[in-house]
């Protein structure tokens, strides 16, 4: 099979033609270990070549809806008997498992061959896939930005063309946030609809849900047919759907009310102006088709939700560390010092305060029921800002400094409020999605933007329980409305595609004023100062609580690195400069001209705020077009790094 057939079919596409005998699942698989082989060796997606045992399964697949499609699963929580499950640690590379996962072996019955396991962050533990264990995983859109974490593999292999279809995980954004920043389509089912034993019957107190990252609407629904379902060892037992998933895709999902928000719930000044863009966009094109839509959002403490949610997260960090040295015997060297200062937080909590955090989830549950009393769907970005640099979660010297210094001293507890402090910052990027992993309810990332430097970013939907058929409705509504991109290929090298956009783009006034004000002498310093003041208040209060000596705290400080406080670890960037922005009118959605020189009008949803709205609304933002009646793609996949 020719790379060129390849690249042009989805997973459904390529099983219809395996089906019909125009091609035999062996000669699929081998071009698909072709597209790994040219392109694994910049992106790094693939941790763990099957390639032998892949090649005896396509000899004679199972019959089934997928039969002879490639496949790749995430190196987490998705075993296959007698290979390792890594979890993108060092110790565990080696350590093979005795037995599939459930939702393994529905995948292997439905006839998907797996030739690999893809990269992880060590234990899932982090928005980026950047595993000591592994070497970062680089976004095919340009290698030298994340494709996001935790199931950064699988989608950095969808992105660039290997598997039309991979297995991923989420337990608090992993398969929406690499789907928003590599512009793939992907689905968080609800708690209890796929299965995750038979080892566990829930990750996380069924935070954490299997499922998929796909390029096509349709090939989430075709896996998700063939995921869900109950399993003897499974906690809950939900309702099946009245149809298959995959009839969703074309049903029309009729008038829905949706409530959007484009404020984070960590506070104001922490989204990026692409990402307000982006979920305008969306809102404004939503308005276009129908739908009534509101600017409206649950109301909950941001600030309690994330210590509740890292609270439980962390001792889960925790308990696998402590798993992995039973099976395995390694010391501390085998672990990152991240994991190992998420460990020892974990463990500094008491039972009495796990619990009470446990059961607050409730109040954020309930807070979410009542928006779905007055709504179908919740819109917000996916998350707060474009993929960041390879290394942008890297802590700073002087985080690092104070890190080793909490480990070696074994003062997690008192230094526990700094932690959660340092821990919330770093995760200003992706503050949207833990809310429906923490609810058990569905959501997806839908690609309905690229900004003006070629990178995707998505906007998620939220439903409530039992809601994925309706997800995958408007899904498909929204796909088949983009008009079909004959520049984006996933051959194709990135440097030759001018992306598009759909959101209205920023104003190029707005755009330098945000530049002027970012780079401006006085402002860098006030930055720098206000950085190196916030690093000399941690330092204090760990030197106030006898943490470390005077001589590490001073040697801590020199290393400040200016602006190390920003939004996520990015360099120089942090939230007062997005407040500055704000201020100064950075935004450009309540522009009062009805036209601008991009020839855009304005707007009104709902009676809401004015935006600027593209002309032609209905046609939604770029993904890539398969050919071959295989159907309209949501993303566009291509890779910068390598061509047939």
């Known amino acids: 099979m020719k790379q060129d057939e390849y690249l042009a079919h989805d997973a459904v596409g390529l099983a219809g033609l395996i089906a019909e005998g125009a091609v035999t699942a062996a000669e699929v698989l081998e071009a698909a270990i072709e597209r790994a082989e040219a392109v694994n060796p910049t992106i790094n997606a693939i941790t763990l070549p099957m390639y032998e045992q892949a090649r005896r399964l396509a000899a004679d697949p199972p019959v089934g809806p997928l039969s002879g499609v490639p496949f790749l699963i995430k190196d987490l929580v998705q075993d296959f008997a007698g290979v390792p499950t890594s979890q993108g640690n060092s110790a565990m590379r080696d350590v093979p498992v005795r037995e599939h996962t459930e939702v393994v072996r529905r995948w292997l019955d439905a006839g998907l061959v797996v030739f690999g396991k893809t990269s992880t962050p060590e234990f899932g ?29 699988s989608a950095a292999a969808v992105a660039a063309g290997v598997v039309p279809a991979a297995g991923a995980s989420d337990g608090g954004g992993s398969i929406r946030i690499p789907a928003a920043w590599s512009g793939l389509f992907g689905l968080k089912p609800g708690r209890g609809r796929v299965p995750h034993g038979p080892v566990s019957g829930e990750v996380l107190h069924g935070v954490s849900v299997n499922g998929v990252l796909t390029r096509t609407v349709r090939d989430s629904a075709a896996l998700l047919d063939v995921m869900a379902g109950p399993e003897a060892t499974g906690a809950v037992r939900i309702e099946m759907p009245a149809r298959p998933y995959r009839e969703d895709v074309g049903r029309d999902p009729g008038r829905l009310r949706i409530g959007f928000t484009d404020q984070a719930p960590l506070g104001p000044g922490t989204v990026h102006p692409e990402a307000v863009a982006a979920v305008r966009g969306a809102a404004a094109v939503l308005a276009g088709l129908g739908h009534e839509v509101t600017q409206d959002a649950p109301s909950y403490d941001g600030a309690q939700f994330a210590e509740d949610y890292v609270t439980i997260f962390y001792a889960r960090i925790a308990a ?25 937080v974990g463990r500094s909590r008491s039972a009495a305060e796990y619990h009470s955090c446990h059961n607050r989830w409730h109040t954020y549950t309930r ?37 080793r210094v909490v480990l070696r001293t074994h003062t997690a507890r008192p230094a526990y409020r700094v932690i959660l402090r340092q821990s919330t910052q770093r995760a200003a990027m992706t503050p949207f999605t833990p809310l429906a992993n923490v609810t058990g309810r569905p959501a997806m990332s839908v690609p309905l933007h690229w900004t003006d430097a070629g990178l995707p970013l998505g906007v998620q939907f939220v ?29 194709r090298p990135m440097r030759r595609i001018r992306a598009h956009r759909t959101a209205p783009p920023i104003s190029l006034r707005h755009r330098r004023r945000w530049h002027e004000a970012t780079r401006r002498s006085t402002t860098c310093r006030a930055v720098d100062a206000r950085g190196g003041a916030a690093a000399g208040r941690v330092i204090s209060e760990l030197r106030g609580m006898g943490i470390a000596r ?3 705290l001073q040697a801590a400080s020199r290393n400040i690195r200016p602006g190390g406080l920003g939004v996520a670890g990015s360099r120089g960037v942090d939230g007062d400069r997005w ?42 933002p770029p993904g890539s077009c398969s050919r071959g009646g295989t159907g309209r793609s949501m993303g566009g996949s291509r890779s910068s790094v390598a061509g047939p």
Not at 320 to 344: I, N, Q
Not at 385 to 402: H, K, N, T, V
């Open 125 to 153: 533990a982090k928005p980026v896939t950047e595993p000591a264990a592994f070497g970062a995983t680089r976004n095919p859109w340009n290698p030298g930005h994340t494709p996001g974490g935790s199931s950064g593999g």
């Open 550 to 552: 005077k001589g590490a």
């Open 367 to 403: 807070s979410l029921a009542d928006f779905h009393s007055r709504f179908d769907l919740l819109l917000t970005p996916t998350v707060a800002a474009p993929p960041p640099e390879i290394g942008a979660y890297d802590l700073s010297p002087w985080q690092q400094r104070a890190e």
């Open 579 to 620: 407040n500055r922005a704000r201020a100064h009118g950075i935004h450009g959605f309540d522009h009062p001209r009805q036209t601008n020189a991009r020839g855009q009008r304005s707007g009104s949803i709902g009676g809401q705020r004015r935006l600027l709205v593209p002309r032609g609304a209905t046609h939604l």
């Open 320 to 344: 696998r560390v402590a798993k992995v040295k039973e099976l395995t015997g390694c010391s501390d060297e085998a672990f990152e010092p991240d994991t190992l200062l998420m460990a020892a």
């Open 463 to 491: 439903a409530t329980t039992g809601g994925e058929g309706t997800l995958l409705s408007l899904a498909g509504q929204l796909e088949a409305t983009q008009p079909g991109r004959s520049d984006v290929h996933p051959n």
